[in-house]
């Protein structure tokens, strides 16, 4: 809060308070009361984009000599004397307090990963713990953000570590467990088309002896069929090869989505956009996730149950 201390809302004109809930704008950083955000639905100093004018917090005093604050070597915030993070964004500052070595960090502080043996930034932090302005493949962080939407800080933070490793390799257990419908709800429309086509080739299989089983069971088959078994065991095979498939998807899912993103921001970048907000907009309608055809499938399939239940009930 130390960057926004004697700041004032440009929309409101109050000064922010300690505990206030504050919004920055991506663009120019300039800070807002979260309500005075949403009532006019953008930055209250959109014309300064245009110019390329980035907000500036206002000056402090000038600390005493014996007690200087810490300067953020990042974003440039300053911290007291006895800081250990910065108080802003989370960054290791460069003096230490011994006497304070074993408090608990700040929300933006990083920790010790135990699935990937790296300091990892808290997942509160929207670009992960990157500079914002950095670059990803001729994609800045701050676009990537925008994009992604809600969970942006899982992601970038993933994308941060695999292009740094040069291994395309990290966790997606949502993958793993939904497969063709998490990459449809990620707006990943061809991949997941892909998937749900492998995915339903490898049940059919399975289904066929499933519904044999059921006709003998219920006597609408007086016996097995002469290919039963060789379908049984296609079935297995069939079974373990999707099991395969889904761990691929777990491994492989956040650097193919990290594709997808480059390739629809590069696209969005070679429109023509009249300001910085209608370039944010287009950024957000692209990208960030689909919850209508989630639930669109959902209807579908219930229908499909309740039209199948007096057939399995014969």
Partial sequence: MNKYANATCPVCGKTFTEKEDIVVCPDCGAPHHRECY??????????????GINWEPPASPDPEPENQPIKCPRCGADNPPDGIFCSNCGVRLGRQSETNAGNVPPPYAQQRSPFYGGNVPFYNDPYGGADPDAEMDGVKVRDLSQFIGGNAAYFLTNFSRMKQSGRPISF???????????LLYRKMYGLSFLVFLVSTL????AAICLYEDLSVASGLMAGYSAGFESLLFVAQICSIVSTMLSMA???????????????????????????TQEYATALAKKGRTNLFVIGFLMMIYVIFCMMMIPYLMV
């Fill in 38 to 51: 949403q009532q006019i639905g953008h930055c209250a100093l959109i014309e300064n984009h245009r110019s």
């Fill in 172 to 182: 997606n257990f949502c993958a793993f467990f939904f497969g063709w419908k998490y």
């Fill in 249 to 275: 998807l777990c491994l492989f899912c956040n650097w193919l989505y990290y594709r997808h993103c480059i390739r629809k921001i590069q696209k969005i970048q070679s429109d023509t956009y009249v300001s």
């Fill in 202 to 205: 490898l049940g059919l299989p």
